[in-house]
């Protein structure tokens, strides 16, 4: 059963950049695309990016100039890097695995809050 | 780029009534592009339906996808207890609707 893990800070100032750590268990992340996913409190989901495990990275485009998406095979693991974030970023992430226009499989998801 | 627009915004039902979601796009989809999702307080968002129709492992068969084109449609034939949460349609792998929340009457 593939299971996924996000890791990273909880607080993030204003301005600085977000980072977040997926890893991957139960099964490889090799063959598949890799995405991470946001949901502000209350309200629906926004998809940030997907990744598939070559490297090729795909940004929705409201978010592409603050976004990096990169995997590490070695290490089963992605990550997301969002650069000037402000309060509007405050959000629940949830990493997800993309397989044939879907996302079958979650993390737990990590609450991310921007404050000085 | 596909939007997608869910209706009702909200659907207020009783256990074992039927309950009848929509999901239109702004252009025609494949049936290959359609997913459903559910997500209840909490939690992560769990896949539903995929390919419009077909239903995720381990979905009890009450839940049903249908539609192609522009209108897709999720069908919950007797709503069960654990059934009164929010759910999302979404497209090609990334565009979400802005979901139904279903609620207990």
């Known amino acids: 059963q593939v299971q996924l893990q996000e890791s990273g800070p909880g607080l993030v100032k204003p301005s600085e950049t977000l980072s977040l750590t997926c890893n991957v268990s139960g099964g490889s992340i090799s063959g598949y695309y890799w995405s991470w996913i946001r949901q502000p409190p209350g309200k629906g989901l926004e998809w940030i990016a997907y990744?598939?495990?070559?490297?090729?990275?795909y940004y929705n485009p409201s978010l592409k100039s603050r976004v990096t998406i990169l995997v590490d095979t070695s290490k089963n693991q992605f990550s997301l890097n969002l650069s000037s974030v402000t309060a509007a970023d405050t959000a629940v992430y949830y990493c997800?695995?993309?397989?044939?226009?879907?996302?079958?499989?979650w993390g737990r998801g990590t609450l991310v809050t921007v404050s000085s | 780029e596909v939007v997608l627009t869910q209706s009702p915004g909200t659907l207020s039902l009783s256990p074992g009534e039927r309950a009848t979601l929509s999901c239109r796009a702004s252009q025609t989809l494949s049936n290959e592009y359609l997913a459903w999702y559910q997500q209840r307080p909490g939690q992560p968002p769990r896949l539903l339906i995929y390919g419009a129709s077909s239903r995720a492992t381990g979905i009890p068969d009450r839940f049903s996808g249908s539609g192609s084109g522009t209108d897709f449609t999720l069908t919950i034939s007797r709503l069960a207890p654990e059934d009164f949460a929010v759910y999302y349609c979404q497209q090609y792998g990334t565009t979400f609707a802005q979901g139904t929340r279903l609620e207990i009457k």
């Open positions: 997800a695995r993309r397989s044939s226009f879907k996302f079958d499989y």
């Open positions: 990744i598939y495990y070559n490297g090729s990275p």
